[in-house]
Antibody, heavy 118, light 105 residues
């Protein structure tokens, strides 16, 4: 079955670079897109960016200058790197399968909580 | 960005019908999707492209609308439906509504 699992550090210092990994199973990264969505505690969802089946990427303009999404298809892994972290980057980060034809996110990981604090 | 506006909260009794609305700041055709998120869990896709039921979702859930106004309906509501419901558009770069918290009386 389709599964996604996020991993990464839980606590970061301001100005550091965040690195998260999304490991997927049950589907191929060369046939499906994977997106990252952030949710501040108790708040709504914000799309950050997506890497598509062909390897192209789209980013939210609000974080585009700080964000990079890449992948290793041989390991079924998608990576998020975001630099110049600030406390407002605190939240739960989800990876989700992003369906190209509809634009919906049909399967989600359980999320990883990231706190940015000195 | 396309802004999606949802009412913050609703309270209904089990067995009733509830409609949750989502209004887009600009037309999004039928590219509107609905998610359910329970406390401490990841979002779950309920409806895609306005009115299509996602796999495994009970037929009590339905969606309607096009353009700028969309509705998620639950009929009848069950106790397990206590959750926050988010809409999301994909006509432009994806954006989500602020969520509607559904509470049962």
């Amino acid at each position: 079955q389709v599964q996604l699992e996020e991993s990464g550090p839980g606590l970061m210092q301001p100005s550091e670079t965040l690195s998260l990994t999304c490991t997927v199973s049950g589907f191929s990264l060369t046939s499906n897109g994977v997106g990252w969505v952030r949710q501040p505690l108790g708040k709504g969802l914000v799309w950050m960016g997506t890497i598509w089946a062909g390897g192209s990427t789209n980013y939210n303009s609000a974080v585009q200058s700080r964000l990079s999404i890449s992948r290793d298809t041989s390991k079924s892994q998608v990576f998020l790197k975001m630099n110049s972290l600030q406390p407002e980057d605190t939240g739960t980060y989800y990876c989700a399968r992003h369906v190209k034809t509809t634009g919906a996110f049909d399967y989600w990981g359980q999320g990883v909580m990231v706190t940015v604090s000195s | 960005d396309t802004v999606l506006t949802q009412s913050p909260a609703l309270a209904v009794s089990p067995g009733e019908r509830v409609s949750i609305s989502c209004r887009a700041s600009e037309g999004v055709n039928s590219y509107m999707h609905w998610y359910q998120q329970k406390p401490g869990q990841q979002p779950k896709l309920l409806i895609y492209k306005a009115s299509n039921l996602a796999s495994g979702v009970p037929a009590r859930f339905s969606g309607s609308g096009s353009g700028t106004d969309f509705t998620l309906t639950i009929d009848p509501v069950e106790a397990d439906d206590t959750a926050t419901y988010f809409c999301q558009q994909s006509w432009n770069d994806p954006t989500f509504g602020g969520g509607t918290k559904l509470e049962l009386k």
